[in-house]
């Protein structure tokens, strides 16, 4: 049926459309800084004009839905790319902590204790019984052996502090695991109940990159409006409402291996391929230990080697030689020790190569310095060390490229989403004045026809 | 296409702008509070290691420099010393050349003695606490006074004499040994006395082993290395001093080094012969494959002072090992435990130093230096070889000293120019070394210039790549404030803007 009463309907449509409209233009403007939060438009339509009447000459508008403007794929990639971000950022972070202790520019570092080394062994050779030449030589033997310590134990500690920041990682993916379950079972409820779900899929999303952060992660919408969370190869963490936990466990080395909380005797370290937790394994396992490793074998050739020359001489005492370094068959550098005997007794140091107190042994141990004992007969001990210190740095620079390169990907990646779902307030305002002069338009329809009714009924 | 452009991304592009800026801008500041390129490895990797090289090329070449110094101080004592010794040398040929009458000879036999006390403390002469001359046993004196049996130039007999024992008397005394009958030891006779020949003794057989006792412990003993018997006649000098060492071939009580396990002792055995080598030596035993018992633990001998070791000796040894197994001249040392418990740990070392007949107590080992990688200099000169007759000249110039000086005493004019020649001989060889001594000195002078001008080339790359071109990086740290200045305008700029301003 057409009429009056037919134009206050739609006019009333028209103040509900402008209404609602505003209300998300309102909810837009504030949450423009929301991160995560993505913008929304009420979608508009005019109402089929079948529904009104057979013969209907106008027709009212309604609101469809509330859109979430976002492009799913740009979403699935960024999940992605926080992977590959957070494994780059934790490596960079701790990278610049291996740096450090590295950090030889400043001419007091293991390299110059290790001149100092050599030359206090060359210095005992030109006056060998010489007690000062002795106390020096034990003094920077002891030095050196510190620094080995002390680069050792600050290895040691970044690893351990990894250790430390897995077990804390692992905890917090607990927690956005079961967030994300609990909001599926939210989002579910919600889409069956008909009811606005949007700020609910908004946290969802920012879960799901905040889990991709720590692992690198697969996940798959369902119809019903859960997602379906898995690790890279396939293992489920999140299933509808329900999320897997979880723990670590002690991998017989002082370390934590990840491992599921309902099957913690199988680690799922390999599993894991990107995101922070990688980026910490593969520090504390391969990388950080690697240098360790390499450490440790710098300062085991440097013990024996040092240890089977002084053998060969003789002490002021007219000893053989004992050890000069211990203790024997250290793991290297991390417990490396001047002898007790030499340190507490500098004459012990043998720098005779026979019984009647010449400089010879003390020459031949400084001799050590030139020869090539390491990477299978390529290197110097030196040669090595600052081989090491190169190859560092290499790594370091290369690991601030690529988390700058993956930061800058996210970039154009949020970017390419923002602009799509980010909130121009600009853009908005002018929503605002629209919405305000359909309002009034509405206002206005309203009253036409309420004075159209008046003159109808003043003819009454 | 056009594009959304939302607050986020406006101000996340400022914002990121600005740390760029602050970044670069902070960078510089390190750089020129640092002047130094490479503040971290990663800076520059190939850089960085560049410099660890250079460093220690730089702590090398200035401990090659240390280690030449050194050396050079030491050459420079050796030559003065060495000059000195010649110069006192030429002093003794001239008492012996003006020896013209019998009155004079008296006078310069005490020039000469006195000579030969200043040339002994000459050669004993110390570097710091390290003796010049005494090769690599720097801690003994090379050199001690000496009890020198001197042989009269008219002397059918023409093999070496030495002088043995200790000399136990408490004053300066003269023995003369007078041939009386023909013949090889265990033959010929002898009168004996020890007033300067006022009084003999009765002639009495010269004992087959050709060592004769003098008295006081001072011994004599005809050496069987000349080609004609002692012959009446022949006369022998022998002025003992208190305290004067003997020249015959000796070897020392053994001694253990300080940390071995074994308790008992060590000493020479009985079956020791007189010490045959032609050089002073010392031996020692060592005791490997974890040690053991007295008699049965596994060891090695060295003959070289410990420097090189023959191979392990397994065969059970009872109570002696022979360090030197010459016939005639084995030195031969015996090990007793303390009780039955007492064994011999792994590393146990004994040692006993043999000297070969003459003055020197020292070795014939070289001093050396590395002066640089992978060479060496020696740069001492022995005692052995510049003052002994095992040296250049061949002369024993402390045998040649009191010589002459004995010969001076008894008016032997023969004799007094035998050693006259001899002293030259010995002058000219010391010259020898003191002329190479300098060219040693010459050659580390270059060598040390050379280092100089190589630190220098070094130390001018290693500043080349670590420290910071200063006016470059002030250029640039301008212009980053410059842009700096410009993004903090910009900022502020464009992020008031807005459609804000122009709502009613």
């Excluded at chain 1, 057979?54 to 976002?70: D, F, H, K, P």
């Excluded at chain 1, 001799?367 to 090539?372: A, L, P, R």
């Excluded at chain 1, 110097?380 to 790594?395: K, P, R, S």
């Excluded at chain 2, 940390?259 to 020791?272: E, H, P």
């Amino acid at each position: 049926m057409s009429g009056i009463y037919q134009i206050l309907n739609t006019a009333k449509d028209a103040f509900l459309a402008s209404q609602v409209s505003m209300e998300v233009t309102s909810s837009n403007i504030a949450n423009a800084s929301t991160p995560g939060y993505v913008r929304q438009r009420a979608v508009l339509a005019a109402k089929s004009p079948g529904e009104v009447a057979e013969n209907a000459t106008q027709s009212g508008v309604e609101i469809t839905t509330i859109e979430r403007l976002y492009d799913r794929f740009i979403e699935f990639q960024m999940v992605g790319q926080s992977s590959q971000v957070g494994d780059a950022s934790i490596r960079k972070e701790t990278f610049d902590r291996v740096e450090a202790v590295f950090n030889e520019t400043d001419g007091s570092g293991l390299n110059d204790m290790m001149n100092r080394f050599w030359s206090a062994w060359e210095d005992l050779s030109a006056n060998p019984t010489g007690q000062v030449e002795r106390t020096a030589l034990a003094n920077a033997a002891g030095n050196l052996a510190t620094m080995f310590r002390e680069y050792a134990g600050e290895l040691y500690s970044v690893q351990t502090d990894l250790n430390a920041q897995i077990e804390a990682s692992v905890t917090q993916l607990n927690g956005t695991l079961s967030d994300i379950a609990d909001l599926n079972e939210k989002i579910v409820e919600g889409v069956s109940g008909g009811v606005n779900v949007n700020n609910l899929l908004d946290q969802r999303s920012e879960l799901l990159k905040k889990t991709a952060g720590l692992i690198d992660i697969q996940y798959v919408e369902e119809t019903g409006g859960a997602v379906n969370v898995f690790t890279a190869d396939g293992r489920a963490l999140v299933q509808g409402n329900s999320s897997w936990q979880l723990a670590v466990r002690d991998n017989g080395a002082g370390f934590y291996d990840v491992v599921y909380a309902d099957n913690p005797t199988v680690p799922i370290n390999d599993a894991i391929g990107s995101g922070k937790l990688s980026g910490m394994l593969g520090m504390r396992d391969t990388t950080v230990s690697g240098y360790l490793d390499e450490l440790d074998g710098l300062a085991r050739t440097l013990i024996d080697t040092v240890n089977a020359q002084h053998a060969l001489g003789y002490d002021n005492y007219r000893n053989v030689g004992g050890n000069f370094f211990e203790p024997l068959g250290s793991t290297g550098a991390r417990d490396m020790q001047v002898a007790a005997a030499i340190k507490d007794d500098p004459n012990r140091i043998a720098a005779a190569a026979t019984v009647s107190a010449d400089g010879d042994n003390a020459r031949a141990i400084c001799g050590i310095k030139d020869q090539v004992l390491m990477s299978g007969g390529l290197s110097t001990l030196g040669d090595f060390f600052a081989a090491l210190v190169g190859q560092i740095g290499q790594d370091v620079a290369e690991a601030g490229r690529t988390a700058t390169h993956e930061a800058s990907v996210m970039t154009q990646m949020t970017n390419a989403q923002e602009q799509r779902s980010g909130v121009s307030t600009d853009e908005e305002m002018m929503n605002l004045i629209k919405f305000q002069m359909g309002y009034s338009a509405a206002a206005k329809l309203a009253g036409a026809a309420d004075e159209m009714l008046q003159t109808l009924l003043d003819m009454v | 296409m056009l594009t959304r452009i939302t607050n986020n991304m406006r101000f996340t592009t400022i914002v990121d702008n600005l740390n760029r800026a602050q970044n670069n801008y902070s960078s510089l500041m390190e750089q020129m509070s640092s002047q130094k390129k490479i503040n971290r490895p990663s800076d520059d990797p190939v850089g960085a290691t560049r410099v660890l090289d250079y460093r220690s090329v730089r702590d090398s070449v200035a401990q090659y420099g240390r280690n030449i110094d050194n050396a050079d101080a030491w050459l420079q004592l050796t030559d003065t010393k060495l000059e000195n010794i010649g110069d006192l040398i030429a002093e003794a040929r001239e008492a012996g050349v003006n020896n013209q009458s019998s009155e004079t000879a008296q006078v310069l036999a005490q020039n000469v003695g006195s000579l030969l006390e200043e040339i002994l403390s000459l050669t004993n002469s110390k570097f710091g606490d390290r003796y010049l001359f005494s090769g690599s046993a720097t801690a003994g004196a090379p050199f001690e006074r000496i009890i020198l049996p001197v042989a009269n130039s008219a002397n059918g007999f023409d093999g070496c004499v030495y002088s043995g024992g200790t000399y136990t008397g408490t004053a300066d005394k003269s023995y003369t040994v007078r041939i009386a009958g023909s013949g090889a030891p265990g033959t010929a006779t002898y009168e004996l006395s020890d007033d300067g020949g006022t009084t003999w003794s009765a002639a009495a057989t010269v004992p087959a082993s050709g060592t004769l006792s003098l008295g006081d412990g001072l011994t004599v003993r005809f050496g069987d290395d000349g080609t004609t018997d002692l012959t009446a006649g022949d006369l022998f000098y022998v002025n003992a001093y208190t305290g004067g060492r003997t020249t015959d071939a000796r070897i020392d009580t053994p001694r253990a080094a300080a940390n071995n396990g074994f308790a008992g002792t060590v000493s020479l055995d009985a079956s020791s012969g007189t010490y045959g080598g032609d050089r002073n030596r010392t031996y020692a035993v060592k005791f490997v494959s974890g040690g053991g018992a007295v008699g049965e633990a596994d060891y090695r001998v060295s003959s070289d002072g410990g420097k090189t070791w023959g191979a392990i000796q397994t065969a059970s040894w009872g109570s002696t090992i022979t360090v030197d197994n010459r016939l005639g001249h084995e030195v031969v040392l015996s090990l007793t435990s303390s009780g039955p418990a007492d064994l011999l740990a792994d590393n146990d070392l004994f040692f006993v130093n043999a000297y070969a007949p003459g003055v020197y107590s020292g070795n014939g080992e070289d001093l050396t230096i590395a002066t640089g990688r992978g060479s060496q200099m020696t740069y001492n000169v022995t005692g052995e070889e510049a003052f002994t007759d095992r040296g250049r000249g061949a002369v024993d110039l402390f045998a040649a000293l009191e010589s002459l000086k004995t010969a001076l005493e008894n008016g032997d004019r023969e004799g007094v120019n035998a050693q006259v020649d001899r002293l030259t001989t010995a002058q000219d060889s010391i010259r020898q070394y003191v002329a190479e001594g300098g060219a040693r000195r010459s050659s580390l002078n270059i060598s040390k210039e050379n280092y100089q001008v190589l630190d220098d080339k070094i130390g001018g790359l290693l500043s080349e790549t670590e420290d910071v071109d200063l006016e470059q990086v002030i250029v640039e740290f301008k212009m980053q404030e410059t842009a700096l200045q410009a993004s903090y305008a910009m900022s502020v700029q464009i992020g008031k803007l807005s459609i804000l301003d122009y709502l009613g």
